[in-house]
């Protein structure tokens, strides 16, 4: 086949015309025509047909760039545009469909196949069309007689066939056969060593899936389609029999990956299986994020249509964490519910973290209800972002979307709350997934099986006033309980002696002279390691923390010693080195302290031995601590309240309780009577309400937020 024919510098702008949709459910449907003698094999041409009785077609679902990273750099190849020939005229594509329609013409009869596709089927060029053809897209995926993955030109590697056609059919087969014999599998068993499955699929085949696993995950990660945004409504609306997916050359059964997405979560194995690291992003994630969203967003729907006491207990999650009291206010909270899961996937257009939902938000509005939010891609992205913030907040009984506001560094450097002009401190970024993060309180809750509920502001037993919006200012209810004094001076990191400062800010506390910490009866040693967890103990937890918090201590401590950093200049380590030594020494020579911390004696024996870098990282204390302050920063108050919060506050910023927020929150003063927003944050002695005495509730008062 020739070459596709590159769009010259002069033709960048589309021959076609779109003719005008008449009905308000038209859409257009491209048949891919063979043709011999145009240089792509093919050209195409354009019907229109009503939603309300449409001609049968395939909706396809794809990438419009590269639909592949590079799993070392997260790069992709440049998006290149072509001209293909449509009804007389040209249409723009890009490189990734252009595959895909030589692929298909491939395929006989292919021209009695009716697609819609949406980089043709809308006109790109109005804004108008475009913003009501997308607030249709939910109804076009799911009238679609099937949808059509195209994961990309590129076979599959041969470690991700093998699991999807020889592994997913065994383990499924046997696992239906071990549940007829009551052996139910956990989580455990996720490498295939236990008795039961390395008789039952063979121990070469155990041994291979051990091998191959980490190369099939990777695969969901490395194909960009797997990321989309708008991948929850394109097939989580359709049922998976009618899912067809194609990668390369090879066809493969969404219902495989449905059922398999099914076992891997009633096995417990999502619990187990080993983390990937994306270097790119400098992060583990978990191997079956992407497939358990979509299987769960399938689910949700099911659960709606059916309604009972399963959808009941999902909706009971809502009702803890943001509080909805009726259906109106429940659509809201499922709503930023899926915003929040999907934070962490792509849209070429950050309005479309907002648009790209809604088709499956249809199905959860109360009966006769419309949609409240209408695509407008004439409208910035940040108005779109300050409309949702405002109408969430307007609509929900309680401060939950402020927690889910995070500032973090930029370029190395603290990136100022509210520093774009145009981007209220109040209005999280929901295209990014740093920018827009999930409550600790939510974290908290989900780690400890809803046992540990923070209520710092006790927003049961307080009346709550919905917030004003005017202009840019948003205005709640709240008193301030303190004000930032030390910090450590940065974030932790994981290894090296560049953790060195904030292990000293740590045994600084530890060894504080006062015998008992704030109003409690706690010790400095126990509110450190209760602030490390955020105070959250996981139920299955058999050791104990002070223990685990000793040698987690003790592990760092050596670590950060031995192993100078290469960001960490000379002068600076062996000013750090001497504060840690001389602390370690202070311990060393008190009965009490050298009980529950490190000695001086102890790491110093251990320095002079081998340290396995991977024994911290594995510390069974390493991961909750990590929830604590991997991404923040450790603050006392002035009136001495050990706290952790965003990274961005700093020296002078203020720690408040709002009405309606289970969390404290840092605010930064900008003006007399104004603040920006700088995160939440955990605040030891006060998450549980212990400071809402009746005076305290009295001095609440309005905060304007900008």
Avoid at 103 to 117: G, K, M, P, V
């Amino acid at each position: 086949m020739s070459s596709p024919t590159v769009t010259p510098p002069d033709e960048e702008r589309n021959e076609y015309p779109h003719k005008p949709l008449q009905g308000a459910g038209e859409i257009r449907l491209v048949r891919i025509l063979s043709k011999a003698d145009d240089p792509n094999g093919f050209e195409l041409g354009l019907s229109t047909t009503s939603l309300d009785d449409p001609i049968p077609y395939v909706a396809l679902s794809y990438t419009w760039e590269a639909a592949e990273l590079n799993p070392k750099t997260g790069d992709h190849a440049p998006t290149l545009e072509f001209q293909v020939k449509c009804d007389g005229g040209n249409v723009k594509v890009t490189d990734n469909l252009l595959d895909f329609l030589q692929r298909a013409q491939q395929i006989a009869n292919i021209s009695d196949t009716y697609y819609w596709i949406d980089q043709i089927s809308i006109n790109q060029e109005d804004s108008v069309e475009r913003s009501q053809q997308v607030a249709m897209m939910g109804s076009i995926y799911k009238a679609a007689g099937k949808v059509h993955i195209w994961l990309g030109k590129n076979n599959p590697p041969l470690e991700f066939l093998w699991v999807y056609k020889s592994f997913i059919p065994l383990i499924l087969r046997l696992e239906g056969e071990l549940r007829d014999r009551g052996i139910a599998l956990g989580s455990g068993s996720w490498d295939c060593s236990i008795p039961e499955l390395v008789q039952g699929l063979g121990a070469s085949t155990c041994k291979r899936w051990r091998e191959n696993q980490e190369a099939f995950f990777w695969f969901f990660y490395t194909r960009r389609w797997f990321l989309r945004a708008w991948i929850l409504q394109e097939v989580t609306l359709q049922d998976p029999s009618r899912v067809q997916v194609t990668c390369g050359k090879e066809e493969f059964s969404w219902e495989v990956f449905d059922s398999f997405t099914r076992f891997v979560e009633r096995s417990s194995w999502h619990h187990s299986l080993p983390f990937l690291y994306v270097t790119w992003a400098e992060k583990f994630v978990g191997p079956m994020v992407p497939l358990l969203n979509l299987l769960k967003g399938r689910r949700y729907i099911d659960m709606q249509a059916r309604g009972g006491s399963e959808l009941e207990s999902w909706k009971a999650n809502f009702i803890w964490d943001i509080g909805p009291q009726n259906e109106h206010q429940m659509w809201y909270s499922i709503y930023l519910h899926f915003l929040r899961t999907t934070r962490f996937m792509s849209a070429k257009d950050p309005r479309d973290h907002i648009y790209s939902l809604l088709g499956l938000m249809a199905e959860f509005l109360p009966p006769g209800v419309k949609c409240p939010f209408t695509p407008d891609y004439k409208a910035p992205a940040a108005r779109v972002f300050k409309d949702v913030a405002t109408r969430i907040f307007q609509n929900t009984p309680s401060l939950y979307l402020l927690s889910t506001v995070s500032y973090g560094l930029c370029d190395g450097e603290i990136a100022v709350p509210g520093g774009r002009a145009d981007w209220p401190s109040w209005v999280p970024d929901f295209s990014n997934e740093t920018g827009f993060a999930p409550s600790l309180s939510t974290t908290v809750y989900m780690v400890s099986s809803g046992k540990q509920r923070y209520n710092a502001s006790k927003i049961d037993a307080i009346e709550y006033q919905l917030p004003t919006v005017q202009d840019d200012v948003l205005t709640v209810q709240g008193v301030q309980v303190g004000t930032v004094g030390k910090c450590n001076d940065r974030r932790r990191v994981v290894s090296g002696s560049e953790n060195l400062p904030f292990l000293c800010f740590i045994l600084e506390l530890c060894t504080r002279r006062e015998a008992q910490y704030q109003n409690s009866s706690q010790t400095w040693i126990e509110a450190v390691w209760r602030t490390m967890m955020v105070d959250c103990i996981p139920a299955n937890w058999d050791a104990q923390p002070p223990e685990l918090f000793k040698s987690w201590l003790f592990e760092h401590i050596v670590r950060a010693i031995k192993f100078k950093g290469r960001d960490h200049g000379v002068q600076s380590y062996l000013e750090s080195k001497a504060t840690m030594v001389g602390l370690l020494q202070r311990i060393s020579g008190d009965p009490y302290l050298s009980a529950a911390l490190p000695t001086w004696e102890e790491v110093n024996l251990k320095t002079s031995e081998y340290v396995d870098q991977d024994q911290v990282e594995k510390h069974p204390f390493e991961l909750l601590a990590c929830e604590s302050f991997s991404t923040g920063r450790w603050y006392l108050t002035t009136d001495g309240y050990l706290g952790s919060g965003p990274v961005s506050l700093t020296e002078g910023d203020e720690a408040w309780l709002l009405k309606g927020a289970k969390m404290p929150f840092i605010l930064r003063k900008a003006t007399d009577n104004q603040y920006r927003l700088v995160g939440e944050s955990y605040l030891h002695g006060v998450m549980y309400g212990e400071l809402m005495t009746d005076e305290l509730v009295s001095q609440m008062g309005p905060v304007e937020i900008i």
